[in-house]
Nanobody, 116 residues
Framework: QVQLVESGGGLVQAGGSLTLSCAASGVIFSRISQMDWYRQAPGKQRNFVARLARNLGTYYANSVKGRFTISADNAKNTTYLQMNSLQPEDTAIYLC?????????WGQGTQVTVSS
């Protein structure tokens, strides 16, 4: 059973930075071919933020391109989302997602709040 646990969220002022982590267990991390970050603001739908596709590269939503960076550390079984120049509109619950052997797994999310 794959489990994903996010951490690193918090309260930050506009213009600040945060790094989110998504620790995976129950799976050989290097066998995960694609890892995503999504976010969901109160009352809104869940939206794609970033993707790390092994051997294909990284992809970002236009709203975060140039400010956010997704990466992974196989030795730590962890995916990261480095977020810079945060703005109030980035406030949301951030969730990581992986697809493995035909099943989609989500973490429980971590709250990011950006004050103006």
């Amino acid at each position: 059973q794959v489990q994903l646990v996010e951490s690193g969220g918090g309260l930050v002022q506009a213009g600040g930075s945060l790094t989110l982590s998504c620790a995976a267990s129950g799976v050989i991390f290097s066998r995960i071919s694609q890892m995503d970050w999504y976010r969901q603001a109160p009352g809104k739908q869940r939206n794609f933020v970033a993707r790390l596709a092994r051997n294909l590269g990284t992809y970002y939503a236009n709203s975060v391109k140039g400010r956010f960076t997704i990466s992974a550390d196989n030795a730590k079984n962890t995916t990261y989302l480095q977020m810079n120049s945060l703005q109030p509109e980035d406030t949301a619950i951030y969730l990581c997602k992986v697809d493995f052997l035909g099943t989609t797994y989500w973490g429980q999310g971590t709250q990011v709040t950006v004050s103006s």
